[in-house]
Every structure is written in structure tokens, then in C-alpha cells.
T-cell receptor
Framework: NAGVTQTPKFRVLKTGQSMTLLCAQD?????MYWYRQDPGMGLRLIHY???????AKGEVPDGYNVSRLKKQNFLLGLESAAPSQTSVYFC??????????FGPGTRLTVT | DAKTTQPTSMDCAEGRAANLPCNHS???????VYWYRQIHSQGPQYIIH???NNETNEMASLIITEDRKSSTLILPHATLRDTAVYYC??????????FGPGTRLSVLP
């Protein structure tokens, strides 16, 4: 099992550009999450999904959109990137009764 | 979900036990206590969780007080590789895990 993978690992964007981060899990987990982590801080939940075709807002959803068209994939989109979105993005997944498993993260810089 | 309070940082000598405290005085009866750690800039790693009984696995032990208002994560023989930020989270298998700033543990040679 690869677990939770994230693509890409690093990305530099200019203000106003768009991009999509991909999270994939091969553990057949129902729940998937997107977090961001700014320097020296804990993780903050952006959006999450409790199953294929469903998404919900977390603590800091503004400026992001998500989609869960397939159970194993959870996409995070930035339609118009801003410097405030410079961060490390982590994806996680879990089943109903297990802990969360995290991906390795994506480092995004918006200039 | 209940809020947790942890010390900002702690030091521990290599080979000694590291005891990391967590206060969760508003925990509900159906909420579990979870511990994760984050080494450098990697994704958080699950360590252990429990409801009210003490738990032990190959990584650590979790001691939960009888009133469940606080807990302690114990790394029995800390190594340099245990240097990380440790997060205490309470959750009832709900959707949202709330990660606070955690405790930065430094294991010193």
C-alpha cells in the first residue's frame, strides 16, 4: 500500500494563477481531509469529505474549492492564488473507526 | 470537540522517559484522546489513542486520569529521533480533528 500520496510536492505560483492539488489514498477510506500549516502553527482544516460526491467546509475554506468524484481521490483547487495561501498543505484520510493517515505534504509558495 | 492545552515546549535527555501532559477539562464522555506527532516538516504521524483506560503500544503509553480531564503521553526511552511536535487531540470519531500548536519536544544527547 502506498497509503496517502500528494501531487505535486512543491509548487511556486504567481498571484492570480490557479492550480489543483491531488490527494490519493489506496486504503478505501471514507473520510478525506485537506489541511494547511503555516510556519510555527498547528494544522488548520480547509475542507473535508465524508464520502464520494460529498464535501464540507472546515475552519479556513475561503479561497479554496474541493471535489471528491472518486472515493480514492480528493482534489483541492485554488482558483486565484494569493500570497496568503503560501503554506504547506497536508491531505489525510481515515475510515469510520481509525485514526487519520497523512500524506507527505505539498509546499506551495505564491509570489 | 473539546479543547486541549499543552506546554509549548519540553526537553528530555536521550534514553530517559519523556512525559508529555495534556489538559482536556471539557472532554465529553464519548470523546477519545488521540496523540499525533510531526517530525520536522513531515505529515503528522499517529501515535496512540484511548477512551478511559490506559493504553500501550510499541511506540508509547497513554495514561488518562480517572476523571478524564487530563492525560500523559509517555515515550519510555526517548531517542534523538523522537524530537518532534506532539499534538494532543480529543475527538469522538467525528469528522474534524482540531490540531492546536502542540508541544515541541527536544530530545537532548
Amino acid at each position: 500500500n502506498a497509503g496517502v500520496t500528494q501531487t505535486p510536492k512543491f509548487r511556486v505560483l504567481k498571484t492570480g494563477q490557479s492550480m489543483t492539488l491531488l490527494c490519493a489514498q489506496d486504503m478505501n477510506h471514507e473520510y478525506m481531509y485537506w489541511y494547511r500549516q503555516d510556519p510555527g502553527m498547528g494544522l488548520r482544516l480547509i475542507h473535508y469529505s465524508v464520502g464520494e460526491g460529498t464535501t464540507a467546509k472546515g475552519e479556513v475554506p475561503d479561497g479554496y474549492n474541493v471535489s471528491r468524484l472518486k472515493k480514492q481521490n480528493f482534489l483541492l483547487g485554488l482558483e486565484s492564488a494569493a500570497p496568503s495561501q503560501t503554506s504547506v498543505y497536508f491531505c489525510a484520510s481515515r475510515s469510520v473507526t481509525t485514526e487519520q493517515y497523512f500524506g507527505p505534504g505539498t509546499r506551495l509558495t505564491v509570489t | 470537540d473539546a479543547k486541549t492545552t499543552q506546554p509549548t515546549s519540553m526537553d528530555c535527555a536521550e534514553g530517559r522517559a519523556a512525559n508529555l501532559p495534556c489538559n482536556h477539562s471539557t472532554i465529553s464522555g464519548n470523546e477519545y484522546v488521540y496523540w499525533y506527532r510531526q517530525i520536522h516538516s513531515q505529515g503528522p504521524q499517529y501515535i496512540i489513542h484511548g477512551l478511559k483506560n490506559n493504553e500501550t503500544n510499541e511506540m508509547a503509553s497513554l495514561i488518562i486520569t480517572e476523571d478524564r480531564k487530563s492525560s500523559t503521553l509517555i515515550l519510555p526511552h526517548a531517542t534523538l529521533r523522537d524530537t518532534a511536535v506532539y499534538y494532543c487531540i480529543v475527538n469522538n470519531y467525528g469528522q474534524n480533528f482540531v490540531f492546536g500548536p502542540g508541544t515541541r519536544l527536544s530530545v537532548l544527547p
